[in-house]
């Protein structure tokens, strides 16, 4: 077993403020970073820890006052022992050392002038596991190759999110998840692809292009897009019309920004649905003035508000796939798909604007989580099996204009987002402004993989509901602008700074090689099967 590399020694700190590392005379104050993965040796733990600050101290003042001439043989003098490097660290979990297993939340601190470590790649291990089953690497600790990995079976058993500033990947951060949420085959996946980035190939950030879903998984994943939208018709497996029926005045409420509509718009459309029911938005548009009139004076309702819900209504007929008579049948086949362990991508194609994107999301989610409902409640009367609902994870982009404070708990994304698991519906929330979020909702993400924020408020947003998440600041605002993240949460052990798996021909080939394998899996069971039926 090759020997530890010795860093330092605890000389002060507690439980909640974290310890204090005292580093040695050997150990660069340039290679401890913050972020690393740390591990202290205490008298009965094993305690594994993040590095939190770093800093520079001196046993007196007066050579901070007066410093030394600019000389290699003072500098070597006065480190370590006039002058050294000092650390913080965040203690994270515990090990016994009599040889349990069992990783333990922290509840004590280790003694003074406890040895720290730096950590090996056992000790990731012990922490993280290996890539296997539902466990699927993310990424590597910085400045060392161990995988890191989440617990795909802990991801999909709440709604998470992936935040971080445009441009530091998150886009390649949801595609690594949703591959692996493919792989291990723990949920379906439906996401709403509003840039064309998700299901075939998309531009990376140089000139290069990488490999979309549909080419990775083949026909696991299904490709839809909206009526008239989509660049390729060739490559698509159904194209999804929305009907005037469909629309209900909860997403009237959801694009009232987008629209420019009036506080009074919900109300107005309600009285309309009172009267029509689902057809209130196609005999709105069909009304003229003095109808318009009769309506306003029959419910008491305001002519201005009618006319200015009409008018700013009318921008939603004029998109190519809200029709009249809507053919619900490629929605069914969608569902179905869902329910049957397939996964889903639907392209907005021409239409990548807001208010297509927020409508669409909006009229699908509602379906789909009423009929994941009818069947949670049908499972829940019959206790049978085969009617136990297919776990199913909902991916977001710009997620704030759903989940901001005055929405969040009048729309089916806040309530699947409050709902937890309850449904077996989750969402995976990608945004660049955590802070627009609901604050309740944020509350209830189970993992958070957050690459850099700058903005004080999106920091604070994605420590929502956070224990010690002072401590964990630093952290965030010290990652490098790509491919570095802050994975905390439900699926992880504990918070860890990530160097974010690489999404190339290498990944490229683990999943072709993983895919092959599972085929093999499944081939050889029905053989088994066919030889000794029950």
């Known amino acids: 077993m090759p020997q530890r590399q010795r860093l330092g020694v605890v000389t002060g700190g507690s439980l909640l403020e974290g310890l204090t590392v005292r580093l040695d005379a050997g150990t660069p104050v340039e290679d401890v970073r913050v972020g690393k993965f740390v591990v202290v040796k205490g008298q009965r733990f094993t305690f594994f820890s993040m590095v939190t600050d770093v800093r520079l101290g001196a046993t007196t003042p007066k050579v901070m006052a007066d410093p030394p001439p600019d000389d290699e043989f003072f500098s070597h003098v006065l480190a370590g022992t006039t002058t050294y490097g000092e650390v913080r660290l965040d203690l994270r979990l515990m090990l016994p050392l009599d040889g349990s297993a069992d990783l333990l939340p922290v509840k004590t601190v280790p003694h003074h002038f406890a040895p720290l470590f730096e950590a090996s790649d056992a000790d990731f291990t ?33 709604s998470n999110g992936v935040f971080g500033k445009s441009g530091t990947g998150k886009s390649f951060l949801t595609r690594l998840l949703v591959c692996g949420v493919i792989l291990s085959d723990v949920a379906s996946n439906l996401i709403f692809d509003m840039h064309d980035e998700y299901g075939w190939s998309a531009r ?17 994943v299904l490709l839809y897009a909206l009526a008239g939208g989509a660049f390729d018709r060739s490559r698509i497996d159904g194209e999804i019309v929305i009907g005037y029926d469909q629309i209900e005045p909860e997403d009237v409420l959801l694009l009232s920004e987008e629209l420019n509509l009036n506080p009074t718009a919900a109300e107005t459309a ?12 196609a005999e709105l548009w069909a009304m003229d003035q003095e109808e318009l009139k009769n309506f306003a004076d029959e419910k008491s309702a305001s002519l201005a508000s009618l ?24 929605v069914d086949n969608l569902i179905k798909a869902l329910l049957d362990r397939r996964h889903v991508v639907l392209s907005f194609g021409r239409y990548d604007d807001p208010l297509a994107y927020m409508l669409v999301a909006n009229v699908l989610t509602r379906r789909i989580h009423q009929r994941w409902r009818e069947q949670t409640e049908r499972y829940l009367h019959t206790k049978s099996e085969a009617d136990r609902p297919r776990p199913l994870m909902i991916t977001i982009e710009e997620a704030h204009k759903f989940l901001n404070p005055r929405l969040a708990r009048q729309t089916i994304f806040g309530t699947i987002a409050r709902e937890m698991r309850k449904y077996s519906v989750t969402l995976l929330v990608v945004d660049q402004r955590p802070s627009s979020i609901d604050s309740e909702v944020l509350s209830q993400l189970g993992t958070r993989i957050t690459a850099l924020l700058s903005d004080e408020q999106d920091i604070d947003a994605v420590f929502t509901g956070v224990g010690g998440s002072a401590r964990l600041r630093a952290v965030l605002a010290n990652l490098d602008t790509r491919q570095q993240a802050l994975v905390l949460g439900h699926a992880v052990p504990m918070p860890v700074v990530v160097q974010t798996r690489a999404y190339d021909e290498q990944f490229y080939r683990f999943i072709e090689q993983r895919t092959r394998r599972a085929s093999d899996m499944v081939t050889a069971q029905q053989a088994v ?3 000794f039926p029950d």
Not at 209 to 216: E, I
């Open 270 to 281: 309600e009285l309309l649905v009172d009267k029509y029911g689902a057809k209130w938005l």
């Open 307 to 330: 006319n200015a819900l009409k008018r700013k209504t009318l921008q939603l007929k004029r998109l190519g796939f809200v029709q009249a008579q809507a053919d619900l049948s490629p």
């Open 204 to 220: 990376s950030e140089g000139a290069n292009f990488v490999k979309g879903l549909r080419q990775l998984f083949g026909s696991k």
């Open 126 to 158: 012990q922490v993280f596991g290996h890539e296997e089953g539902s466990r699927f690497m993310i990424g590597t600790p910085l400045d060392m190759s161990a995988p890191v990995c989440i617990d795909l079976n802990r991801l999909v058993e709440r």
């Open 529 to 531: 099967d066919e030889l």
